[in-house]
């Protein structure tokens, strides 16, 4: 199934409430939570707080993607926050399996995450463990940038992965995730997109969410061809 997990980074904060209802009416199924810290990424963003406010205004679930230096340090707020998914760095975790398993302990679903010039390899022993994998297909940091082709083949071997070793995590993408764009990663292989510019920074967020996710399910959709 292909879900929309719509950032928020990109929403205007002084409305946000109606920016959430918005994009769930428009078929959005995870609120992504981008938390960066000012020193993985040159950028500061949310903490636990952001989780704690959002909790009570959906049902949908919490996707807190820590972009942090210490994560195991914040692993606990976030989870007594309300989060109900949250994913890691490779890049960041010296103990990356117990990082994992430290997000499991706390009722949450684990998740990992590989930058554009992380190579997939280094996740295939954790990958039995994790909800989902979610390969960055722009260096992390800032919303709104342009997506990187490369992230494409990554999409793809992970996909390879999960079928050769009979896993079942999902395969998130962040980056660049526009109209123009969903295909191809649909096709490589991606099942949560995260899309916040495409969501938020034009016209009606519920309208926006609505076609975005046509063009994605559209990939995968049966063909209506006449018989010869």
């Known amino acids: 199934m292909i879900e ?4 928020i980074l990109a929403s205007d904060f002084a409305h946000l409430a109606d920016e959430v209802a918005a994009a769930e009416r428009g078929g959005g199924t995870i609120v992504h939570v981008d938390v960066m810290d000012g020193h993985f990424v040159p950028n500061i963003t ?16 919490l996707d807190c993607h820590l972009m942090i230096d210490n994560p195991d340090a914040f692993i606990p707020e976030f989870a007594a926050a309300g989060a109900n998914m949250i994913s890691v760095h490779q890049e960041v975790c010296r ?7 430290l997000i499991a302990d706390h009722g949450v679903q684990p998740a990992v995450v590989i930058n554009p010039a992380t190579p997939v390899e280094t996740l ?18 800032f919303g709104g940038q342009k997506f990187l082709p490369l992230a494409l083949d990554k999409i793809a071997y992970l996909a390879e992965l999960r079928e050769a070793l009979d896993l079942n995590f999902r ?21 949560m997109l995260v899309a916040g510019s495409a969501i938020f920074h ?14 994605a399910r559209a990939v995968n959709a049966p063909s209506v061809a006449g018989k010869d």
């Open 46 to 61: 949310f903490g636990p707080p952001m989780v704690q406010a959002l909790r009570p205004i959906t049902k949908l679930p």
């Open 124 to 141: 295939i022993e954790v990958l039995p463990m994790v909800h989902h994998v979610l390969v960055m297909s722009v260096n992390p940091g």
């Open 4 to 7: 929309l997990a719509f950032s």
């Open 202 to 215: 034009s016209g009606s967020a519920e309208q926006n969410a609505r076609k975005f996710l046509e063009l």
């Open 95 to 101: 103990h990356l399996h117990r990082t994992l398993q």
């Open 171 to 191: 395969i998130e993408v962040d980056g660049g995730i526009a109209n123009d764009t969903v295909a191809d990663v649909v096709e490589a292989g991606a099942d």
